[in-house]
């Protein structure tokens, strides 16, 4: 393959490291992040068209405060630091990085000279994000600085001769006004890029990467959640090593209206590989049987899926490496990185390699965000319709039915899921409204039908908007489309005989119901 250019990212542990990584990518430029250690010589070998130094927790003052090699800032390779990655190549080069007066967290006004090929066309004044105690007070020799805030004289500095740069705020982030033009800038005006990189040319790396690791026999398990992280997954480890894949499909009997069919039939179809389905339905509806709390539900549904797919596993003999569609978001929310408190517990699989005895993993997928997936597995050849539905939780419609989950109150919340669903899709709001699906409330309200009283049950609708899923808001579907719904619900599904609209955000209400 012919030389593509790169960026390369040191990592000195900040959060938003993989950010960065994924605004360069945005850019179409390949981007690989490396731990800060990494030696000049190596980089050089590498030979990228530019180096990004990432944030960091520590300080350049702090007595084993990770520094680079001193060495990287004479390769003539255009460098952009950012946060404690300007901090530290003030440090190095000759500035001066003190204790700030003010310590700026959060939105803050920058000013901005566009004299710079850093700043080139950016307007003179926006918001930006910053988070940092520590700033650099005396720009190293040859640099100048090109921005700044209130309290920071020196919120970004240019050497335009070497093509080093420093920004002290966070181009990164979303709240960064002009952090994306920024970065744009670096990477055109000030490192060269052409932007010659796509989901393809990831695939075939991401392709070779696996072949490296399986060898010309290596086998390998993977377990299918009929989500699309670990569909993207087989995709690609089948494109990687063909029919020496083996997924194991486990079916809870918790998936929406006709979901397990599609997941099935694409893998036949499309990628042939060795594929077990396990119909455990009966197994975790007896489990289930009396249980009410949430938590308790979850826990139960994440042991029988590890139990299940086990049995399965253990069927199969020995397979050399287990793969799973972990994503970066997977990474960050199971601690790897942020203190944020559990608020529930995410069905996951996460200690079935070791259980099965498994030294190594292969997750393709960890360093990707999930509208990145869903391009890999277009690219790849997955359906649109598998590729771009909506998240769906591990533990499935068992915790969209409220209290104890039987076959029957499933049933209501899959056949009402699926008349929403149908409705949102006919109205051509599916891109607009980020998830949406229905509750079988616990609640049991007085109806009449067809001249005799009826006490059944409420579904809910519910339907947000987000980004992150972190915060949502309510979606406003229009009430004509609320009014259709709602109509069907009752009229076509058994025992469902009211409809309520869920209008709460996120927080404080979660997405979820449970
Ligand atoms: P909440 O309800 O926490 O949901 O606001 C945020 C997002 O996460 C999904 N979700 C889950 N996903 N296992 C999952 O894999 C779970 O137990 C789980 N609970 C919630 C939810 O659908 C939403 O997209």
């Known amino acids: 393959m012919a030389a593509r250019q790169k960026i390369i990212i040191l990592d000195f542990g900040g959060q938003y490291t993989q950010l960065i990584a994924r605004r ?26 530019g180096i990004i130094l990432s944030g960091g927790p520590s300080s350049v003052q702090d007595e084993n405060a990770p520094l680079c090699d001193r060495a990287i800032y004479d390769l003539g390779v255009p460098l952009l630091g950012i946060c404690y990655g300007m901090q530290l190549t003030a440090q190095l080069l000759g500035g001066r990085v003190e204790r700030a007066t003010e310590r700026e967290y959060g939105r803050v006004n920058v000013r901005i000279n566009s004299g710079s090929a850093l700043t080139q066309a950016l307007s003179p004044e926006s918001a930006c994000w910053m988070s940092h105690t520590w700033q650099v007070t005396k ?19 240019a050497n335009e001769e070497k093509r080093i740069y420093g920004v002290q705020f966070h181009p990164e982030v979303t709240h960064t006004q002009q952090g994306r033009l ?62 020496r894949l083996t997924c194991v499909y486990v079916d809870h009997g918790f998936m929406r209206k006709g979901e397990s069919e599609q997941v099935c039939d694409v893998f036949r179809r499309l990628f042939p590989v060795r594929f077990v389905r396990a119909d455990a339905a009966s197994r975790f509806f007896a489990d289930l049987k009396g249980v009410t709390e949430p938590e308790q539900k979850r826990h139960i549904i994440g042991r029988d899926f590890v139990e299940v797919f086990k049995a399965e596993a253990q069927k ?57 997936v869903r391009a890999l597995g277009e690219a790849l050849g997955l359906p649109r319709e598998l590729v771009w539905r909506q998240p769906f939780p591990g533990p499935g419609l068992a915790i969209r039915v409220i209290g104890e989950v039987t076959p029957e109150k499933v049933e209501i919340v899959r056949e009402s899921d699926f008349i929403l669903r149908d409705e949102i899709a006919k109205a051509g709001l599916s891109g607009s409204v980020s998830q949406y699906f229905t509750v079988l409330t616990g609640v049991h309200s007085v109806g009449v039908m067809g001249d005799e009283r009826t006490y059944d049950y409420t579904v809910a609708l519910r339907a947000v908007t987000t980004d992150d899923f972190m915060t949502a808001d309510w979606a406003r579907l229009p009430y004509d489309l609320v009014a259709r719904v709602s109509e069907r619900i009752v009229n076509e599904v058994p025992h469902a005989s009211r409809v309520v609209l869920d209008v709460t955000s996120k927080p404080p209400a979660s997405i979820e119901w449970e």
């Open 182 to 243: 920024l970065l744009a800038n670096f990477l055109t005006n000030v490192c060269g890029c052409t932007g010659d990189w796509t989901m393809e040319a990831y695939a075939d790396i991401a392709v070779r990467q696996i072949q490296d690791i399986t060898g010309e026999h290596g086998t390998v398990l993977l377990a299918l959640s009929g989500g699309v992280d670990s569909s993207v997954a087989a995709a690609l480890i089948y494109r990687a090593i063909g029919k």
């Open 316 to 372: 199969l003999g020995k397979l050399d490496y287990f793969a799973q569609g972990t994503i970066y978001p997977d990474v960050i929310e199971s601690g790897q990185g942020t203190n944020a408190a559990v608020i529930k517990s995410h069905h996951n699989v996460g200690g079935l390699p070791k259980e099965l005895g498994f030294a190594e993993l292969i997750e393709p997928l960890r360093m990707l965000f999930k509208d990145e």
């Open 139 to 157: 720009c190293p020799p040859g640099f100048a600085a090109v921005a700044q805030t209130d309290n920071c004289p020196i919120a970004a500095m």
């Open 24 to 49: 360069v990518r945005e850019n179409h430029v390949y981007s690989e992040v490396v731990p800060w250690s990494v030696p000049a010589e190596e980089l050089k070998k590498a030979a990228p068209a």
